[in-house]
């Protein structure tokens, strides 16, 4: 994997493609590449759905054993990104939602509220001196505040847009919705997240 404009991930679907098909084959070489290309951005989105640190790298695991498990049924009618992305999707909201009922009985337990943004892999802007880099974390830390206010639906397509670099058809194939609910969300997202941070950025 390689990283495009902005920081964002650019996957490689022919490669990560024939790394499935030797999965399928019980190929565990394949199967560590393909981990290591996904591993950071499967991480980050899973914490972005249950901002809970440990949960995310426990789903992680699990993901991957079912990426495993169905390698040789698996078709090949989207890209690898969006196949993986559904998966991930599906599973960490049955692994929060379990979290969740288990918080309301017996407490909250440990929550990481110090977990960094580029601990869970968010792209970095582009600054130069202390200056730009100070301006720099500020806006970062502006948007990444603006963005977790986002209602859910929203701030997911704003995530795998913005941060995992995917088109408005490859969300609404992981998300399983119609690419006109992507755009609207999106939309609906970007007009909250101007309204929020008009007043910083004003001349």
């Known amino acids: 994997m390689r990283l495009g404009p902005g920081g964002r991930p650019v996957f490689d679907d022919a490669k990560e493609r024939a790394l499935m098909a030797r999965i399928a084959e019980g190929d565990g070489r394949a199967f560590e590449a393909l981990y290591e290309i996904y591993a ?26 079912r990426i495993w498990k169905h390698a040789p049924t698996w078709r090949g009618q989207c890209k690898v990104s ?24 017996y407490g909250d337990g440990h929550r990481d509220e110090e977990e960094s943004s580029a601990a869970m892999g968010e792209p970095v802007a582009e600054t130069s001196g202390p200056a730009g880099t100070a301006a720099g974390e500020e806006l970062r830390s ?5 963005v977790e206010t986002l209602p859910e639906d929203q701030r997911v397509v704003v995530h795998l847009s913005q941060v995992q670099g995917l088109t408005y058809r490859e969300i609404a194939e992981v998300l399983q919705v119609p690419t006109g609910t992507v755009k609207s969300r999106m939309a ?11 007043r910083h950025v004003r001349p």
């Open 142 to 146: 502006l948007v990444r505040d603006a």
């Open 82 to 105: 969006t196949f993986i992305f559904q998966v991930a999707k599906n599973y960490g909201l049955n692994a929060r939602d379990k979290a969740s009922r288990y918080r309301a009985r």
């Open 40 to 65: 950071k951005p499967v991480t980050n989105f899973l914490y972005r759905m249950c901002y809970d640190a440990a949960l995310a790298e426990d789903c992680l695991q699990e993901v991957f054993m």
């Open 188 to 198: 609906a997202a970007a007009d909250a997240l101007r309204r929020k941070l008009e």
